[in-house]
Every structure is written in structure tokens, then in C-alpha cells.
């Protein structure tokens, strides 16, 4: 089986920085893109920023400029750098990954259990 196991979240002042981080463990070949969404009460999940394997990201246009996501493919991980968090950003952080079990097998994507981040006005 495979898990993706966030961390990294808490509660910041408005202005502050915060880094969340998304491992990936278990039966894995490779890992394609990974992402982190967001869900605030009572809204959908939305895209935050994603990666491709080779390093290309994108990201919201909410989040440009102010968050920076990087990866390690030899951990297995992804980190998203939060600076001059607003009020705003408060939401459940979900870390997404499109990840191969087998070699030559298709896909599968994967979802963390989220982390809270909360910034305070």
C-alpha cells in the first residue's frame, strides 16, 4: 500500500511563514506530479500548487509570489514554503500524489489526511 503522511501545519499570525511537508511511502516505483490542495469550511478543494517529476511547477494565482513548492525524489517528499500567509489561507492542507506501484503499471493517485493551517489576523 502507499500513504502520503503530512506535516508541518499550526496556527500563525497573518504575515508569519509556515512549511508544510508531504512524504510518500510504501510500494512505489515512481512518482509522477504531486500537489497540494486546500479546503476551507464550507468550499471545495482547490488547487494550491503542483509539481511535475523534473521540478515544473504551478501554482494559484492567490499563491503566486507568496509560496514556493519544491520536491526530493530520492525522500519522496514534497515541502510548500507558505510566506505572508493571510487569513485566507486558513484551510485543511491536502498533499496529492500521482504515483506508480508497479513497473510499467498505470498511475494511481493518492491523497494524504491533510494538516490544518490557520492564520490569524
Known amino acids: 500500500q502507499v500513504q502520503l503522511v503530512e506535516s508541518g501545519g499550526g496556527l500563525v499570525q497573518a504575515g508569519g511563514s509556515l512549511r508544510v511537508s508531504c512524504v510518500a511511502s510504501?510500494?512505489?516505483?515512481?512518482?509522477?506530479?504531486m500537489g497540494w490542495y486546500r479546503q476551507a469550511p464550507g468550499k471545495q478543494r482547490d488547487l494550491v500548487a503542483a509539481i511535475t517529476r523534473d521540478g515544473s511547477t504551478n501554482y494559484a494565482d492567490s499563491v503566486k509570489g507568496r509560496f514556493t513548492l519544491s520536491r526530493d525524489n530520492t525522500k519522496n517528499t514534497v515541502y510548500l514554503q507558505m510566506n505572508s500567509l493571510k487569513p485566507e489561507d486558513t484551510a485543511v492542507y491536502y498533499c496529492?500524489?500521482?504515483?506508480?506501484?508497479?513497473?510499467?503499471?498505470?498511475?494511481?493517485?493518492?491523497w494524504g489526511q491533510g494538516t490544518q493551517v490557520t492564520v490569524s489576523s
Open positions: 510504501g510500494s512505489i516505483v515512481s512518482i509522477a506530479d
Open positions: 496529492r500524489g500521482n504515483i506508480q506501484r508497479r513497473i510499467g503499471g498505470p498511475l494511481y493517485t493518492y
